[in-house]
């Protein structure tokens, strides 16, 4: 397996295992959105508390064409940067993009772009 194949899989696993731990309730629904063609992975939160709407992404992945996988964001405490790093994908192959680019230089062995 390719490494842009074997890196959406581990992704789409991942962010799978999170929306299952996020179950939707009477208050919100928890959206799981896929797209293996184009490398995105997003959960979002929808719904409606009182008289106020609801509508998070709580988290955002993207995997690019070379293979590398960009946390555009992590709204849980689960850090999921590290997560996919336990599941086989090199912290040289993840950008935390949802960091400035002039900070990512700082962040020990993870990817500036």
């Known amino acids: 397996m390719d490494k842009l194949t074997q890196h959406k899989a581990i992704v789409r696993r991942v962010v799978t295992e999170i929306a299952e731990m996020t179950p ?11 797209d293996d063609e184009h490398g995105h992975y997003v959960l979002f939160s929808v719904g409606w508390y009182k008289k106020y709407r609801e509508y998070l992404p709580f988290v955002h992945l993207d995997v690019r064409p070379d293979g590398k996988v960009y946390v555009q964001h992590d709204g849980t405490d689960l850090v999921i940067a590290e997560w996919l790093v336990r599941e086989g994908i090199p912290k040289s192959e993840i950008v935390l993009a949802f960091q400035a680019p002039s900070r990512r230089a700082y962040m020990e062995e993870y990817a500036v772009e």
């Open 24 to 34: 939707s309730d009477e208050r919100a629904e928890t959206q799981l959105i896929t």
